[in-house]
């Protein structure tokens, strides 16, 4: 009975296993023994990128640590194997896609027939279709559905393939594996960045040029500064710019205050109109003990009223972009050195009225 038991489990584990049968025809000018190797495609099985970044400290180059999630659910364990990874993707089709034309007509409201209700004055019919789109309409909805059934396929894209070295097991569970990529270090450029309006912290930026030559593909990664787990990020690299910006997180050693000038705050009466001045002070302290690059990012409203009319007054030093009514200093501080911003402006407007968006 047990020498049966272990027959028919070995049967059971087997008839489990997937199979498929795979047909050879083969021609050969000469006699000869040949090897031959068998490539597959199987759809439940991927990868996806997953980066760190890690920075010691701002003098220091960042480094750029690539990993893969490997998953596959085929039936088949993949035992101590050899991987190639690759960012093309064979179920995509390689064709570009070709525009057709773009049709514009009049909008026909379309009335459908109601068997329950009384027909009357032709509001109703017997026709198998709308009654807009009956006779010559059903030809020329038919000539339009024609032109419409096309099917747009995207380029592939470029192929960036990954040869691992080292032998891996993947599980047939559908449960990724980490497995190392890469690893690179490059030159960074480090600034901070503070929105006093909104935040008052200052978040120290990391700024990488030239990022599209590293061939890295989306996704997301875990950002460590100084040893220390600081947050998570998403790599976007279909972004056109040629610097990729990452934050590694607030600098409470950079202390930034914004407060209203109430001495350069005035309202009064010019005629039928009331005019108001607004006036803001930006300081901003480095406790750190080395000097620093800061960008202060502010702005005045933007007036979408003919009545009302916004004047900068004194951009304090800022660059101003008009239409959009901001302002931005890049600043260098030593260590320990406070420098104060000053900005102003006025508002005029009917009196009476009361603005909004101040």
């Known amino acids: 009975i047990a020498e049966t038991q272990n027959q028919l489990a070995a049967i059971r584990q087997s008839a489990n296993t997937p199979s498929s049968s795979v047909y050879l025809s083969i021609s050969s000018k000469t006699n000869q023994n040949i090897q031959l190797g068998l490539d597959y495609i199987v759809n439940n099985a991927g990868w996806y990128p997953v980066y ?37 993707n064979p179920s995509i089709g390689g064709n570009r896609p070709i525009i ?28 198998p279709y709308p009654a807009s789109i009956a006779g010559a309409d059903m030809a020329e909805l038919e000539k339009n559905e024609t032109t419409a059934n096309y099917t747009a396929v995207v380029d592939a894209p470029i192929s960036t393939e990954y040869d691992i070295s080292i032998p891996y097991t993947i599980p047939s569970d559908g449960i990724g594996q980490l497995v190392d990529v890469d690893v690179q270090d490059l030159p960074a450029t480090y600034r901070y960045y503070c929105t006093p309006k909104l935040d008052k912290d200052a978040f120290l ?124 200093w890049k600043i260098k501080l030593k260590s320990g050195e406070t420098k104060k911003l000053l900005f102003k402006f006025s508002v005029k407007y009917p009196k009476g009225k009361t603005l909004t968006g101040l």
């Open 52 to 88: 760190d970044l890690r920075s010691k400290d701002i003098n220091s180059p960042i480094q750029i640590v690539t990993k893969a999630q490997v998953y596959q659910n085929t039936g088949i364990d993949w035992n101590n194997i050899k991987l190639k990874l690759s960012t093309n």
């Open 205 to 328: 930026v990391a700024e990488i040029a030239n990022w599209s030559d590293l061939n890295l593909i989306p996704g997301d990664a875990n950002v460590y500064f100084d040893g220390t787990f600081v947050g998570n990020t998403f790599i976007d690299t279909k972004a056109s710019e040629d610097t990729l910006l990452r934050s590694l997180g607030r600098d409470k050693k950079v202390i930034v205050e914004r407060v209203v000038k109430k001495d350069y705050t005035t309202k009064k009466l010019i005629g039928t109109n009331k005019k108001e001045e607004y006036a803001y002070e930006i300081t901003v302290r480095n406790a750190k003990k080395d000097a620093i690059d800061i960008t202060i990012e502010d702005q005045y409203p933007v007036s979408k009223n003919g009545d009302i009319v916004v004047e900068l007054l004194d951009g304090g030093g800022a660059v101003v972009d008009k239409d959009k009514g901001s302002l931005t």
């Open 100 to 127: 057709t034309t773009q049709w514009v007509d009049f909008y026909v409201q379309q009335v459908y027939r109601n068997y329950k209700a009384k027909k009357s004055a032709g509001m109703y019919n017997d026709e």
